[in-house]
């Protein structure tokens, strides 16, 4: 499969920031326009903890201390203080832009308010873009979509594990895989097992022989499709409990063979088309997909609906399900999105999971998606 969707946003993200921003300097955004701020203030309430209106830029100071104080924020020195209250400003002003540009969620302070996009992307996401297939992955056959649920969600059926958090580690990759195999597993042997990503971050080097560098490297990123060809040959993954997740990428790789909780049977790569992803989503169950993530770093809530949003790849998580209506203001309402579960821990964005709506690959989220099958083997 060509893949030239990864190339569409060659523009540095730079570029799409200050594109972004003098869209919304210009009150533009999309036709908010000029009562932009009225909308939002009407849809986020009044005043409301962790949400941005001008209010929150007058009183940084104030919202500043909430924020230490709600993620345990300490500082070494009053310079580190001083510099990290200088880009929390920046990211309420971000957070801001994001609110007009994306107005069906709901933007503000979250636990990554004083990083940097930069420190921000090295820390928390960890997808390696690559052109091409691996090796063993099939294209996933043509599904029928005409009997297809108006909603779904792979959490109802019992095939979904808690929200994990992959910390400070670039290896949203190994969660992202370690979900969908999950799923398969279950679809496979009816038991929920929760798989080990540490085994990926430890012991996960495949390589793409094609293209030099691209390999799994634990808190420096990955790819699904990788990650399941390692567990194809490896002979499976390791449970959760047995092989710990820790974080860190310093570890020797411990995997047992003899406590293998789940193989790969195969895996493969859904086609662009939305109606297939979602066919194979209530057909194989969760699918591991990359996105870009630089909206996510000031959700709260809401189906995310950008106006522009590059399809620049740099996180991986798990597509789990779809509904056909999200809650939107006015007349963006009645939207449909998808349901993302991520990694971060359970208190971001809404308990963990994401909306983001369906319909024209918003943030590359239809670009690369790879579904997995497991192998039915007794627990
Ligand atoms: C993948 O494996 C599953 C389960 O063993 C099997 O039913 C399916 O036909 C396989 N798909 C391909 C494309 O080989």
């Known amino acids: 499969m060509a893949s030239p969707y990864v190339l569409v946003f060659l523009s540095s993200l730079l570029i799409a920031i200050s594109f972004r921003s003098s869209l919304a300097d210009d009150g533009v955004a999309g036709g908010v326009g000029e009562n932009g701020d009225i909308i939002i203030r009407q849809v986020v309430g009044h005043g409301e903890e962790g949400v941005v209106d001008e209010n929150s830029l007058l009183n940084a100071d ?41 107005p069906s969620a709901v933007h503000g302070v979250t636990q990554f308010s004083d990083l940097t996009p930069r420190e921000f992307r090295r820390q928390f996401l960890g997808v390696n873009r690559r052109l091409r297939l691996p090796a063993d992955a099939n294209k996933a056959p043509i599904l029928p979509t005409n009997d297809l649920p108006t909603d779904f969600d792979w959490r109802d059926h019992g095939a979904v594990t808690p929200v994990k958090n992959q910390g400070s580690c670039g290896s949203c990759w190994s969660f992202s895989t370690t979900g969908a195999l999950e799923g398969a597993s279950f679809l496979a042997t009816g038991n929920l097992v929760s798989l080990s990503e540490q085994q990926l971050v430890d012991c996960d080097h495949e390589c793409d022989p094609e293209e030099k560098g691209s390999c799994d490297s634990g808190c420096g990123g990955g790819l699904m499709n990788s990650a399941f060809e390692y567990t194809l040959k490896a002979g499976g993954l390791m449970r959760e409990e047995d092989y710990p997740y820790t974080g860190t ?53 809401g189906v995310s609906c950008p106006y522009i949003c590059s399809r620049r790849l740099d996180h991986g998580v798990l597509l789990v399900g779809y509904g056909a209506a999200g809650y939107a203001p006015i007349r963006l309402k009645e939207k449909p999105y998808w349901i993302i579960k991520n990694s971060w821990g359970e208190h971001w964005g809404q308990d963990g999971y994401y909306k983001i709506c369906r319909g024209h690959n918003v943030c590359g989220v239809d670009s690369m998606v790879s579904s997995v099958a497991a192998v039915a083997i007794s627990q």
């Not at 924020?67 to 020195?77: I, Q, S």
């Not at 088309?273 to 996105?291: M, W």
């Open 249 to 301: 990428d310093r570890g020797a790789c411990k995997f047992d063979e003899n406590k293998i909780a789940a193989k790969v049977a195969n895996f493969s790569v859904v086609s662009l088309d939305e109606d297939q992803i979602a066919a194979n989503l209530v057909k194989s169950g969760p699918l591991a997909v990359a996105i870009n993530a630089v909206y996510m770093q000031t959700y709260l809530r």
């Open 62 to 102: 104030h919202h500043f201390a909430i924020f230490k104080r709600k993620y345990g924020k300490a500082y070494a020195t009053q310079e580190e203080h001083d510099y990290r209250f200088s880009v929390f400003k920046k990211n309420l002003r971000r957070a801001r832009r994001h609110q007009k540009l994306d």
